[in-house]
């Protein structure tokens, strides 16, 4: 193993990967000991395990806490969304699944499409500081965002406050309407939002090694293997470009 690669880890010998805990597709349980399971957390030991080091996973409630931790030095490589603002502090990788995005709308909406939110008083929901509240903010002209932390805090916020919709990702909206008769997750995306590893800006040897990573495991059909693993098949895509 290159030195190079382990002399850029701050605790020496271990691997601190931070890990998003509200995205319910890449985290999706616990372990017996607490730990966070799923596609990001195995990614995560992947990586370590080929590094021949520790893994020591720091967690976060929301993405957001994920990013603002680097400034911090809470973690080695963090496991969120590409996202432009993020990328001033944080060195992304390319990204290994991607999710698409849209809205979800109450009974009797006479929102029928993606591009029909983006108008004049239309109150929309999201998970502040998410990657889609993110693009939402540099992409909407007319619509206002009404910000809550977190998926189910969005949601509540959505019914609660009677919002015209509910902007996410398209398998959790779909799990939302379940619990929301009548409601309806409008067909298309207003954006994809693809899910990458960052680090520290200054780790360029850990960056080019995870680089070569991940291009190697999305096109061999490991990414693949832990979304059918953790039950997630059907509901992200593997970016093998």
């Known amino acids: ?66 990013a603002d931790a680097v400034t911090e030095d809470a973690w080695d490589i963090a496991l969120i969304a590409v996202e432009p603002k993020r990328a001033e502090k944080i060195t992304f990788c ?7 995005a849209t809205y979800l709308v109450p009974e009797g909406s006479p929102l029928q499409t993606v591009e029909d939110v983006d108008k004049p008083g239309v109150n929309v929901a999201v998970s502040a500081r998410a990657a889609y509240d993110l693009y939402l903010s540099r992409t909407l002209k007319y619509a206002e965002l009404h910000r809550a932390e977190g ?18 990702l398209v398998p959790a909206l779909k799990e939302n309407a379940v619990n929301m008769p009548g409601s309806r997750v409008l067909d298309g995306k207003y954006t994809s939002v693809q899910q990458a590893i960052g680090t520290k800006p200054e780790n360029k040897a850990l960056y080019t090694f995870l680089q070569d990573y991940l ?3 999305c ?10 693993k953790h039950g997630v098949t059907g509901k992200l895509a593997v970016v093998k470009s």
């Open 1 to 66: 193993m290159d030195t190079s690669i382990l002399s850029e880890l701050s605790k020496p010998g271990t691997l601190r990967i931070g890990v998003n805990l509200g995205n319910i597709l890449l985290v999706t349980g616990k372990s017996a000991n607490g730990g966070p399971e799923g596609i990001s957390p195995d990614m995560g030991a992947e990586i370590a395990r080929r590094l021949g080091v520790d893994v020591e996973y720091v967690t976060f409630a929301t993405p957001g806490e994920v």
């Open 94 to 100: 390319k990204a290994y699944v991607e999710i698409e």
């Open 151 to 168: 998926l189910p805090g969005a949601f509540k916020l959505f019914q609660e406050e009677k919002l015209d919709a509910l902007a996410g």
């Open 215 to 217: 291009t190697e495991v």
């Open 219 to 228: 096109a061999s059909g490991f990414v693949q293997e832990l979304i059918d």
